[in-house]
């Protein structure tokens, strides 16, 4: 069963890494990190993201203008922009590594061991990829809530609420450390395999000769 399970399991992290993956980078680059709406105009909705603020107008659409500095962002943009990028780069790179330690792929069917270790690689690389696109995420959320209840701040000037972005890079996180931890566990299946299957054999072998001095005349 072991034989037919694992290469269902590798494909399912794959895929669920690759999902991951997507997400992530769309999280980067969406501008709805943070949503302001006015209460004097309820027509406006303002959005923050990494790289961008934008305005939503009813009749205008939407106008987005970039951030002119980099070292004028918030401590918390600042290095989100770092984490996403590393995110981004170690699911990738892990998504190659993983691929070619699949045992549905031919190209090094001799070289098992070295598969095994692709595979590991890569779902360590999943695992961190999923946890440094969580870190911003949840760093920037945190931040949202203290300002959004900071009572030094009036009650009449707007608070910014959660967007949408982050809870895109909350399931991108989860994806990928899903996936990478379902390449693990075939990498786990695989080591207890062989010696099942020695162990099969030689009882198979034992049993013949069984049979074999039993019919001995």
Known sequence: MALVYQPV????GILVSLLGWVLS??????????????ELNELEIWTMGLWQACVVQEEGGMQCKEFDSFLALPPELRISRILMFFSNGSGLLGLLLS?????????????QEQKKRLLLFGGMLFWISGITAIVPVSWVAHSTVQEFWD??????????????????GWLAGFCLILGGSLLNCTICSTEVHPSSV????????????????????
């Open 9 to 12: 399991m590798q494909l399912s």
């Open 25 to 38: 980078c769309l999280t980067t680059y969406l501008p709805q990190w943070k949503n302001l709406n006015l």
């Open 99 to 111: 691929g070619f330690g699949l045992d549905c792929l031919k190209i090094g069917e001799r070289q």
């Open 151 to 168: 009572e030094n701040i009036p009650d009449i000037v707007p608070r910014w609420d959660f967007g949408e972005a982050l809870f895109v």
């Open 198 to 217: 020695h162990y099969a054999v030689a009882e198979q072998q034992d049993q013949c000769q069984r049979l074999e001095t039993e019919t001995r005349p």
